[in-house]
Nanobody, 129 residues
Framework: QLQLVESGGGLVQPGGSLRLSCAAS????????IGWFRQAPEKEREGVSS????????NYADSVKGRFTISRDNAKNTVYLQMNSLKPEDTAVYFC??????????????????????WGQGTQVTVSS
């Protein structure tokens, strides 16, 4: 059973940076597409970014394009989300999620919550001065 643990959240000033990590255990991430989601208070969870199994294809929500970068290190069984130029509206609990992808889906990215089977517990990101 795949387990995911997020880390790297915290309090940062507007314009600052954070790098979130999503460490996996229980299985290799090689065949899993990974997504990052976030949920702000009283708002629905939204897709932020996704990376394909091979790390080549990525996808971003319009709100984070040009500021966030997703990457993965399959040797370390870890996926990262580098967040730059952070804004107060980026404040949320950030979750990573995984779905095993086969065949042609190996190269796909997914940004919809229902597409994922495995979820971490989340890490809080607060952007405030």
């Amino acid at each position: 059973q795949l387990q995911l643990v997020e880390s790297g959240g915290g309090l940062v000033q507007p314009g600052g940076s954070l790098r979130l990590s999503c460490a996996a255990s229980g299985d290799s991430l090689d065949d899993y597409a990974i997504g990052w989601f976030r949920q702000a208070p009283e708002k629905e969870r939204e897709g932020v970014s996704s990376v394909s199994c091979n790390g080549v294809n990525t996808n971003y929500a319009d709100s984070v394009k040009g500021r966030f970068t997703i990457s993965r290190d399959n040797a370390k069984n870890t996926v990262y989300l580098q967040m730059n130029s952070l804004k107060p509206e980026d404040t949320a609990v950030y979750f990573c999620a995984a779905i095993r992808a086969y065949g042609s889906w190996y190269y796909a990215t997914f940004l919809r919550e229902y597409e994922y089977r495995y979820w971490g517990q989340g890490t809080q990101v607060t952007v405030s001065s």
